[in-house]
Every structure is written in structure tokens, then in C-alpha cells.
């Protein structure tokens, strides 16, 4: 027999946003349920890199994680189909984790908070008018307010407007886990494994996971990508490959529609340049989670999606500039060019790996710094003499 059950909030996903939007929440005073299809732990495609922006948001949101859940990588190497650009010092560190486990914390921290633990159950059916859903075994829950934090494939964001994502505008990455191999740990990253996007290596406690992804549509041919980028690193054969959606840039101008909202990979918050997408995960779950806390305490559920969007709209600022810079880095006919401007420079070396490790944001790199990486990449392109000595 169904039962229908009422909260104040309902959060679909339970991963890194849906977790920190769940977490948020309930300690600002709300009755949430936290609901996933999967039971936790479980298995999560992702490199799991973990950037210094991502380490600020999880200790913000989360605190202090237990020791060991993140891996400290201190060299990062860039190469360009396998020839070395440079190797560059994290400090501090880069860091990696393993996805199952990490996740497994974070929803953990969420049902400690007072989350009600819906995971392990698939949503059968969502009216977002009602923000109410009814799992597969019959419950319905209902709610003033809805958090979408469902993943690329985001089924809130499918009812509400018939699609997740462009299909012509995400990524698809390809991954498989390696053994380590031995001597001194580096993690890696080929701007020439893709079109308009990389490859990676990054260590982990225990193993090592390469991948390889770029904007679907300028990839048809990504599985050879990766066999070739496979035979670069070294891999041995028989390695399980397994591929996943990004959205890498394309996020909806309004995340969420009424009284529903969209976090992290839901609403396209993944760096469109580094892919990173685990620090806006968590910095928009807790921003929607906040949201709902002051709607409902002004008795206007109806603005929530307001509070949210205007916390939003810096992240939203970053990505927009992260997409210009874009189509310098990656456009194919500057893409060698870019990667030569690394090597020769030592300065775009550094500005690069602290933009993938979250020291540094687009906005701080400034118009100047711009023109000067345009000058590099595009007068000599347009001279027909070529680059001057």
C-alpha cells in the first residue's frame, strides 16, 4: 500500500551537490529527504580530482574529511601527444580520490545531519509543479521545494524541459583503472589526447585512472583516441574501458524552473576548459540548499529559485569566461600552437595548472593576460611569413 510522506525539502542525488545540498539544509532547521537510485557505497565514473577550490568548498560545507580520503599528488606534468611540455610543483598539492568512497562520506555527513535516507530507491515519477516525486515502490514524497543534484543525465531536468543537456555541446570521457606504475608519483595531463578537450593520468591510493574526453561532437572517434593514449602511458591491455557525459560548459542560463532547482552536474556547472567539476558540485548544492533554508523561512518557496541564481551568478560569470578562453586553447588550428606557448613559457605552464587546480580563476587572469596568450596564438598563425625569431 502507498504512502505519501512530507518534508520540507526533497534532494534528488546524493552525490557530491545533492549531498551538500541535503547537509545544508538540515542544519539550517529543514526536514529533507536525500534520495539516489543507488545504495552507498557505490561506483562513480569520474577522474576524482580534487582542486584547491574544491577543498575549500568541501571544508566550508563538509569539515574535516577522515585521513586518507584524499590522495596528495605534489608534480603535475603536461605533455601534448606524449611529448613533454613541462613539470610543474603543486604547492600546495594537487589531490585525488577514489569516487566510491568519497561519496560514501559525504552522503554519510548528510543522513548525520538529519537527511532522511531515501537512497537505494529510483524515482518512478516527478511533478515539479507539486515538487513531488514517487519512488518505485509506491511512497510519494512531497515538498515545497525540489533540488535536482541527478547528474548529466539529470532525470528533474529532463521533466522539466524535455532534456538534460545539447547533446552537440557536452563531453564524453573514457576511463579505465590502471595498477600504478612504479616510481615517483606525477599526474599528467595531454592536451593533444582530444579535440577540444585531454587526456589524463591520476595517481590514487592504490592505482591509477586514465582517461580521455572532449566535446562528443569533435570526437567521433574517441575510443582510438584513447587506445592510442593507452599505448602512450604504458597500460596493460585487457583493461576494463568505461565511458560518461560531462556537461563541460553547458549549463541553462536559469538553473531550475517554479520551485524546482538544479545543482552541480544537473544544472552544467564542470569547468569547460579543466572539467572539474567536483568544487562547483558542492559549492552549488550548499547555495541551493541555503536558498531553500531563506525561502522557506520567508514563507516563499517561490523564491528560492531567486535567492539561488543570485548566488549563482558568479559561478556562472566563470564559466562563460572559462568557454571564451576555450576556443583559444582548443580550436584545432591554435591547439599546437598553445601547447608550444607552454613549453617555450614558463608562466602559461604555471597559470594553466593553477587554473586546473583552482588556485587561480578565470577573472584573475585578467584582459592583459589574454591579449598576450592572443598575440602568441594568433598573429603568428595570420603572418604569412610565420613567427619572427
Same mark, same amino acid.
Given at each position: ?7 520540507? &525539502? ?12 541535503? *547537509? ?5 532547521? @529543514? /526536514? ?32 574535516? @574529511? ?7 599528488? /605534489? ?9 613533454? &611540455? ?33 537512497? %537505494? ?27 535536482? $543534484?541527478? %547528474?548529466?543525465? /539529470? ?5 522539466? +524541459? ?24 606525477? @599526474? ?7 579535440? +577540444?578537450?585531454?587526456? +589524463? ?12 574526453? #572532449? ?18 602511458? %604504458? ?13 563541460? #560548459? ?10 524546482? *532547482? @538544479? =545543482?552541480?552536474? $544537473?544544472? #552544467? ?16 548544492? =550548499?547555495?541551493?540548499? =541555503? ?21 549563482? $551568478? ?26 608550444? =606557448? ?22 584573475? &587572469? ?24
Amino acid at each position: 500500500m502507498s504512502q505519501t510522506r512530507r518534508f520540507d &525539502l526533497i534532494v534528488i542525488g546524493a552525490g557530491p551537490a545533492g549531498s551538500a545540498a541535503a *547537509l545544508v539544509a538540515a542544519q539550517g532547521g @529543514l /526536514s529533507v529527504a536525500l534520495v539516489d537510485r543507488a545504495a552507498f557505497p557505490r561506483d562513480k565514473l569520474c577522474g576524482g580530482g580534487i582542486s584547491g577550490r574544491a577543498q575549500g568548498h568541501l571544508d566550508r560545507v563538509f569539515g574535516a @574529511l577522515p585521513g586518507g580520503l584524499l590522495h596528495p599528488v /605534489s608534480q603535475i606534468r603536461l605533455r601534448h601527444r606524449g611529448a613533454d &611540455l613541462g613539470v610543474q610543483i603543486c604547492d600546495p598539492p594537487f589531490h585525488t580520490t577514489m569516487r566510491r568512497a568519497f561519496d560514501a562520506v559525504l552522503a554519510g555527513r548528510a543522513l548525520g545531519a538529519g537527511a532522511a535516507d531515501h537512497t %537505494g530507491q529510483r524515482v518512478r515519477g516527478i511533478d515539479p509543479d507539486a515538487a513531488a516525486i514517487t519512488l518505485t515502490c509506491g511512497t510519494q514524497l512531497e515538498a515545497p521545494l525540489l533540488i535536482g $543534484a541527478d %547528474g548529466v543525465n /539529470s532525470i528533474v531536468a529532463r521533466r522539466l +524541459w524535455g532534456r538534460a543537456h545539447d547533446p552537440a555541446r557536452i563531453a564524453f570521457a573514457l576511463e579505465v583503472e590502471a595498477p600504478a606504475p612504479p616510481g615517483p608519483e606525477v @599526474l599528467e595531463i595531454d592536451l593533444g589526447a582530444a579535440h +577540444w578537450g585531454y587526456g +589524463w593520468s591520476f595517481p590514487k591510493a592504490g592505482g591509477l585512472t586514465l582517461g580521455v574526453g #572532449g566535446l562528443a561532437a569533435r570526437n567521433p572517434a574517441l575510443g582510438a583516441s584513447m587506445a592510442d593514449y593507452l599505448a602512450r602511458a %604504458g597500460a596493460p591491455d585487457g583493461l576494463r574501458i568505461r565511458g560518461h557525459h560531462l556537461p563541460f #560548459g553547458d549549463f541553462p542560463a536559469i538553473a531550475g524552473e517554479g520551485r524546482v *532547482l @538544479l =545543482a552541480g552536474d $544537473a544544472a #552544467g556547472l564542470v569547468d569547460p576548459i579543466t572539467g572539474e567539476g567536483i568544487g562547483w558540485a558542492v559549492h552549488s548544492g =550548499a547555495l541551493a540548499g =541555503a536558498a531553500a533554508v531563506r525561502a522557506l523561512a520567508e514563507d516563499a518557496p517561490g523564491a528560492a529559485l531567486r535567492h539561488y541564481m543570485a548566488g549563482l $551568478a558568479p559561478v556562472h560569470a566563470e564559466l562563460r569566461r572559462a568557454r571564451m578562453l576555450r576556443r583559444l586553447i582548443y580550436a584545432r588550428p591554435l591547439q599546437g600552437r598553445f601547447a608550444r =606557448a607552454i613549453a617555450r613559457n614558463a608562466a602559461i605552464q604555471r597559470r594553466y595548472v593553477q587554473l586546473l587546480q583552482g588556485e587561480r580563476d578565470y577573472a584573475d &587572469l585578467g584582459a592583459g593576460s589574454v591579449l598576450r596568450l592572443l598575440r602568441r596564438l594568433v598573429l603568428p598563425a595570420l603572418d604569412p611569413l610565420g613567427p619572427r625569431r
